[in-house]
Structure formats: C-alpha cells, structure tokens
C-alpha cells in the first residue's frame, strides 16, 4: 500500500469515528483538519468534492463487508447460516460500535455523479460485488418463485440498519438476532429452514466479545 493510500485509509478511518453515533452524514472535509491534523490542502486533495468523502467512507464499509463475507464462507458451510450470521454481524457491528448506517446514503446515483470518477467507480464495482454475494448466497439456499427475494430482503435489511439506532436495541440481546433472522428466512421463502437457536446466538455473541477484548487487548 503506497503512502497516499495509506493516508487516505487514515483519513476515512477518522470520518467514520467521527461519524459515531449520527444519523445524519454531517461531516464535512473541513471538519477533518482538526480530527486527523493533516492539512486542508493534503485532505482536499483526497477527496476533491464532498461527494467524493462520502463515497469513499461507503467504499470502505463495502470493502469490509465483503471480506467478512468471504471469511464467513469458509466458517459456515451451510449458506443459509453464512447469510444469516452475515448480516447478523453487520447489525452487531452497527449496535456495538455505534457506526454510521450509510444505508442512510448509498447507493446514491445523484450524490455519485457529484463524486470523482475514481471514487465513483470504486464504489460501483463494490457495491456489484457485493450484490452478487449476496444473490448467491440466496440462489444456494433455494431460489423461490413468485416475488424477487434479493430486493425484499435489501430493503428489509437496509431498514433495519436504519432503524437501529433507536436508543433501545443492545447489541449483546440474543432475541435482537434471533427476530431479525426469523424474518429473514421468511423474506427469503425459507420458513421450513430452522433459524439458529437462541444458545448458537449466545455462543457467537460470545465468542464476538472474546475476540473484541482479545483485539482491544
């Protein structure tokens, strides 16, 4: 990794703390002067429009939520638990770490058209690669007939992301998960498939804290 994608790594890290706990994409180039000290010209020269900061912190949630997935594929070999478990952690990573839904943005074809080519294209091959994970994952289950099952559950899975900073949900509360994958496997026309148990989900969350105070550690 070169010294400039390094820094620009650096500089979407520091957004996305900054970010913590909004609701709202608040944050502005300028803002990031002060939180990363570095300067405007250096920063400017990164993101050479609003547009292209917000696209480049959705590209790095993309990216991430692809590596997770193609980790996830060699932990669970039954596709069904691999996309369930999935977005699980994702809602987990969100409740925990009070992360800034960029649902709540992208895609976005208006604000990617205001974004640098370089940044636009970045976050169109992600999100593609992303799409096609997750159609995958839901073709292996067992494609259904009669309703697009892949828009029913994005849209279901992006409001509930949305929805997640309500102040109530905790993200270490099994029943959290245990709904959430109950209707999930109802919008994917699978309720004959038995969800993970309530005790699997105690056990992964468990196991997730571990391996946050190893981390931390």
């Known amino acids: ?43 400017y020269n990164h993101f050479t429009t609003e547009a292209d900061l917000v696209v480049a912190v959705a590209c790095s949630q993309y990216q991430d939520w692809l590596t997770a997935a193609k980790s996830e594929q060699q932990q669970y070999t039954d596709p069904f638990e691999c996309y369930l478990f999935h977005h699980c952690q994702r809602l987990h990573d969100v409740l ?17 058209q205001q974004a640098s080519e370089v940044y636009r294209d970045r976050f169109n ?24 099952r892949d828009e029913l559950l994005r849209n279901y899975i992006r409001g509930t992301m949305i929805n997640s900073d309500d102040g109530i949900k905790q993200c270490d509360d099994v029943q959290i998960y245990y709904q959430f994958s109950y209707a999930l496997s109802q919008l994917m026309g699978h309720s ?21 105070a190893i981390s931390a550690a």
């Not at 520091?14 to 944050?27: E, K, P, W, Y």
């Not at 925990?96 to 990617?112: C, D, G, S, T, W």
């Not at 799409?131 to 697009?148: E, H, L, T």
């Open 192 to 212: 004959d498939k038995r969800i993970p148990t309530k005790q699997k989900f105690a056990n992964w969350l468990s196991l997730l804290h571990t391996q946050t």
């Open 96 to 112: 925990a770490q009070k992360r800034f839904v960029i649902e709540r943005m992208m895609p976005n074809q208006e604000l990617l």
């Open 125 to 148: 091959e992600l999100l593609a690669q992303y799409c096609q994970w997750n159609q995958g994952m839901i073709s292996a289950v067992g494609d259904r007939p009669g309703f697009d």
């Open 1 to 43: 990794m070169s010294s400039w994608e390094q820094r620009e790594a650096y500089l979407v890290e520091v957004a996305q703390r900054c970010l913590r706990g909004h609701q709202s994409f608040d944050l502005c180039r300028s803002h990031l002067v002060a939180a990363s000290q570095i300067s405007k010209g250096t920063i």
